[in-house]
């Protein structure tokens, strides 16, 4: 039962990010902190959680990694450079409260089928480009957020909307995007891959929600 159960979703950029779709690109160039200039104040994470949701035809799943670490160069009211580390063994799964049920998805997740969390113990994002908007979206977002994201040993591509707010010495961001877990060799279940799965099969696509925060140590 438990093997049809899915998830991935690395569900909110901490950042919370809103609803953009991103499959996973090529990668691109992520900034370097020596890019900043002599002026940029260096802020740390204080706090970072990743909400997941995976779905199947016949339901879905939710729950949340956790922002280990993280570092944001911060300059002329941007954000010149930033690099922030999830800790898969993190994973939490927040919808099931028998706790067998909850320990073995949550034990499939973190397996060779999933995310192989004894081998890939840590993703790592890191940034490419913050782009201010002009103004603010419908739903509040205030930049595009775009940038490497590593997973299971894969490197791709992503790009956001996030809503980023900047004050005296602190950063908050918050963003939401969805994925194609198998740009990042998480493929079980995929319809796409194995043919035969009938209606068993497990959506490609994870939702992602990323809140962050950060302030100078």
């Keep these: 039962m438990f093997k049809n159960l899915f998830f991935l979703a690395i569900g909110s950029l901490a950042i919370s990010l809103s609803a953009c779709n991103n499959q996973g690109g090529d990668a691109t160039d992520p900034m370097a902190e020596g890019q900043a200039g002599a002026g940029a104040d260096t802020l740390l994470l204080t706090e970072g959680t990743i909400e997941w949701v995976g779905s199947k035809p016949t339901g879905k799943h939710n729950g949340t990694f956790k922002v280990s670490e993280g570092s944001f160069m911060v300059e002329n009211n941007g954000i010149s450079a930033a690099q922030f580390t999830i800790d898969m063994n993190s994973l939490t799964v927040l919808d099931l409260t028998d706790a067998k049920m909850n320990a073995d998805l949550a034990g499939h997740l973190k397996s060779p089928d999933f995310f192989q969390t004894d081998s890939f113990p840590s993703a790592t994002f890191a940034l490419s480009s913050a782009t201010a908007l002009a103004t603010p979206d419908s739903l509040g977002n205030t930049h595009t957020i775009a940038g490497n994201l590593t997973l299971k040993g894969a490197t791709k ?29 998480v493929v079980y279940g995929s319809k796409n891959i194995f043919k035969n799965l009938g209606d068993k099969f497990i959506n490609d696509m994870v939702d992602l929600k990323i809140k962050v925060s950060a302030a100078k140590g």
């Design 157 to 185: 591509g992503v790009s956001f909307p996030a809503k980023v707010t900047l004050s005296e010495g602190s950063l908050s961001a918050e963003g939401s995007l969805s994925i194609d877990r198998t740009q990042w060799n």
